[in-house]
């Protein structure tokens, strides 16, 4: 899955919003690890194409 949010701030509303919560525990036993990338791209740059998408979560990701 890839979003993209506004803001720091949207993002985090998101994450710990109670519906995010519920999501993650009833997902977690399909989930056994998951890769993460932040950062930032300027409006006209997306949607970013998949090939730049792994490169970025195989350079600078973090997986939990």
Not at 10 to 32: I, Q, S, T, W
Not at 41 to 49: D, L, Q, Y
Request: no cysteine; aromatic share 10%.
């Amino acid at each position: 899955t890839m979003t993209v949010w506004t803001n720091e701030e949207a993002l985090e509303d998101f994450v710990y919003a109670k519906e995010h919560e519920r999501a993650m525990k009833e997902g977690a036993p399909a989930v056994r690890k998951g890769t993460f990338y932040r950062g930032k791209k300027k409006w006209k740059e997306i949607p970013i194409a998949w090939e730049e998408a792994e490169r970025l979560l195989s350079e600078e990701g973090r997986t939990e």
